[in-house]
């Protein structure tokens, strides 16, 4: 839908945005109005449930994808109607559905079941898209692909927290390149907890892992030295920096 700027009628849109109920509601029984003027009737603040369900109820006003979302998202219409309008629409909708604040509850967490569901039949490039966009209801889904592709861009997703990271990373099973991403990444790459969980983590490459183990204060190092469950070349190395530290001070002490 793309919207010819010289036959739009402006003044029309400024209109409709300034309309009261009763008048957005005369207007919609009037007829006439294109798929632009049935979205900005749609975003007036005073465009009440029932004017929602008169352009729900018409398939001529149901053609258009941006309809169709905005109506599957509007406080007050049927739930029956707004989730009968998910299974229309495609995933990058599904998503804003899923994350408009004014979304009904129950609507949202159809749009969250029906991506949850997607998300092993989209295409890969799809998934890489909505992992940068996704909320954390998604994060399973896609963190559950074990691609790491996918997995590097989750790293750019604002909602992404410290703890989901250490988690993946400990527990998660990811692929050797995600780890090597995260520690290149300029934000996740600089935090402490997520550095050293790198360290301690069996899946993380070795050079990496030692790379940041001579960073670490001698308190994590000597943690590392003593746990079994790292991987015996770090914990050497561990215990090799803190031997080495050890001689050094002696050395010190005796100048």
């Known amino acids: 839908m793309k919207r010819d700027s010289l036959a739009y009628d402006g003044f029309m849109a400024d209109r409709i945005a300034d309309l009261t109920s009763d008048e957005l509601m005369a207007l919609v029984r009037d007829g006439g109005l294109d798929d632009f003027q049935i979205l900005d009737v749609l975003r007036n603040p005073f465009c009440t449930p029932q004017i929602a369900e008169l352009f729900a109820s018409s398939r001529d006003h149901l053609g258009t994808r941006a309809i169709r979302e905005k109506l599957a998202g509007f406080p007050g219409l049927s739930n029956a109607q707004?989730?009968?309008?998910?299974?229309?629409?495609?995933?990058?909708?599904?998503?804003?559905?899923?994350?408009?604040?004014?979304?009904?509850?129950?609507?949202?967490?159809?749009?969250?079941?029906?991506?949850?569901?997607?998300?092993?039949?989209?295409?890969r490039g799809e998934k890489i898209a909505m992992a940068r966009r996704a909320h954390r209801a998604l994060f399973p889904?896609?963190?559950?692909?074990?691609?790491?592709?996918?997995?590097?861009?989750?790293?750019?997703?604002?909602?992404?927290?410290?703890?989901?990271?250490?988690?993946?990373?400990?527990?998660?099973?990811?692929?050797?390149?995600?780890?090597?991403?995260?520690?290149?990444?300029?934000?996740?790459?600089?935090i402490y907890g997520v550095r050293k969980v790198i360290v301690e983590s069996p899946r993380s490459p070795?050079?990496?892992?030692?790379?940041?183990?001579?960073?670490?204060?001698?308190?994590?190092?000597?943690?590392?030295?003593?746990?079994?469950?790292v991987a015996a070349r770090v914990r050497s190395a561990a215990a090799a920096l803190l031997e080495r530290s050890k001689t050094d001070e002696g050395d010190r002490s005796s100048v």
Not at 104 to 112: G, I, K, S, T
């Open 82 to 123: 707004a989730i009968g309008l998910l299974g229309s629409l495609p995933w990058s909708s599904l998503l804003a559905v899923a994350q408009t604040p004014k979304t009904p509850p129950l609507v949202r967490r159809q749009a969250e079941r029906k991506l949850i569901h997607q998300v092993p039949t989209m295409a």
């Open 141 to 190: 889904a896609l963190i559950g692909s074990r691609d790491d592709k996918i997995l590097t861009a989750l790293l750019d997703n604002p909602r992404l927290v410290e703890n989901d990271l250490v988690v993946l990373i400990n527990t998660g099973e990811p692929p050797i390149e995600f780890v090597s991403a995260v520690a290149r990444h300029h934000r996740w790459g600089q």
């Open 206 to 229: 070795l050079p990496l892992a030692l790379s940041i183990l001579v960073q670490l204060p001698r308190t994590d190092q000597k943690r590392i030295a003593d746990r079994e469950d």
